[in-house]
């Protein structure tokens, strides 16, 4: 479809959903974008169209993908999710029982639990680094796991934008003695089938989408006013969408920042969370071991985001500030508008990704406005 026109399927309730991805393209809302929603675990609505490039040179094919940014943060707290599950990780446990190194400068009481909530004080480095640094997780956990926390953990919540995936990651790697990209290729990606990378091949380079940066004064790091928290996670070092493109961001294993997939693989893989613990017929969890997710760990102001936030293990939980119809929802949202949704009650994921990037991230109207009509086509609003 050289044309950049809308591929994929539609279920005929559902079909309200088509309307509103191809105004999104239409409107010039949407560049390129793909959306996918499951229910009971069959895939109901899967859409993909306009173009992976400003130029329209390239159409957004079935099987393009781009960088979701903070929608990776989801794949890896499956991942945890999955190890905790089996015994291998206690989420009340102190970090340092896994990561000995990591008790220096107070943080011996810091939990697991707390990494996973972004309320473990450590939402950015105090040691001045640079982009490249990002791709030496030598380097990039050292430091965390010397640094003092900026605020006590368990107190308050402060979005980890980048450093929650080192932080998980590290801890995952002590667990298994693999790395986090490679746990959750063995484990969750490559059992499903699944499209969705941390960490990706050369080989898949020609299929990635190109992300077009947010407006001027939209980006992260844009405001004024910043605290000084706030301008730490925003300029050490500093968010460049440019860096998408490169071999050396796409290959490294960034698990809070870097995945790479689309809007099927994000719906697929998180019907694990809303099946009880099954996907394409393979368990990967308990059904307790899924609704881990929805137990609150923290809410109040996010001294990074400034909104209010209610942060369960991993994920955002219904009653923050994207509109959920169902309590037992979680979801969490990448830095220009991509986004999952993982409702337990209706056994329904949505998935969603794009090029046109918002300053958004936590999801804006052009997915909240797909994932409506999926809800409203449900009966769920």
């Known amino acids: 479809m050289a044309d950049g026109s809308t591929g994929g399927f539609v279920h005929d309730r559902y079909s309200g959903v088509r309307a509103a991805f191809d105004q999104n393209l239409a409107?010039?809302?949407d560049l390129g974008a793909s959306f996918c929603a499951t229910v009971d675990g069959e895939t109901v609505v899967?859409?993909?169209?306009?173009?992976?490039?400003?130029?329209?040179?390239?159409?957004?094919?079935?099987?393009?993908?781009?960088n979701v940014y903070s929608t990776t943060?989801?794949?890896?707290?499956?991942?945890a999710l999955i190890l905790a599950d089996r015994g291998e990780l206690d989420f009340d446990a102190p970090v340092a029982r896994y990561w000995p190194e990591f008790a220096a400068n107070g943080k011996d009481g810091i939990k697991v639990r707390h990494l996973m909530s972004h309320s473990a004080g450590l939402s950015g480095w105090k040691e001045p680094i640079s982009k490249a640094d990002l791709y030496d997780w030598e380097k990039a956990t050292v430091l965390l796991a010397a640094q003092a926390p900026y605020w006590e953990a368990g107190t308050a919540p402060g979005y980890h934008a980048?450093?929650?995936?080192?932080?998980?990651g590290e801890v995952v790697r002590r667990v298994?003695?693999?790395?986090?990209g490679t746990v959750f290729r063995d484990e969750v990606a490559g059992p499903l089938g699944a499209d969705f990378h941390?960490?990706?091949?050369?080989?898949?380079d020609g299929r990635v989408a190109d992300l077009i940066p947010p407006p001027p004064g939209a980006a992260i790091g844009d405001g004024a006013g910043q605290t000084e928290l706030q301008a730490n996670m925003s300029n050490n070092p500093g968010v460049d969408v440019s860096e998408t493109r490169t071999r050396a961001w796409r290959g490294a294993e960034i698990p809070a920042a870097g995945g790479t997939g689309n809007a099927r693989s994000i719906a697929e893989i998180h019907a694990i969370l809303?099946?009880?613990?099954v996907a394409k017929g393979k368990r990967f969890l308990s059904e307790a071991g899924c609704r881990k997710a929805l137990e609150l760990q923290i809410e109040g102001q996010d001294l990074i985001l400034g909104t209010p936030a209610r942060y369960?293990?991993?994920f955002g939980l219904a009653g923050g500030v994207v509109p959920l119809p169902n309590p037992n929802t979680i979801y969490w949202g990448g830095y220009g508008g991509s986004l999952v949704i993982i409702d337990m009650d209706a056994r329904t994921t949505f998935g969603y990704a794009m090029n046109r990037m918002a300053g958004t991230t936590q999801g804006d109207m052009r997915a909240l406005g797909l994932a409506m009509a999926m809800w409203t086509a449900a009966g769920a609003t």
């Open 312 to 314: 369960g293990m991993g």
């Open 176 to 180: 298994t003695g693999r790395s986090l």
């Open 198 to 204: 941390i960490g990706l091949p050369a080989s898949e």
């Open 46 to 66: 899967d859409l993909w169209g306009g173009f992976a490039d400003e130029a329209r040179t390239r159409a957004w094919g079935r099987d393009t993908i781009v």
């Open 73 to 79: 943060k989801t794949m890896t707290a499956l991942v």
């Open 162 to 168: 980048l450093t929650q995936g080192y932080l998980v």
């Open 27 to 29: 409107s010039g809302a």
């Open 274 to 277: 809303a099946n009880g613990g």
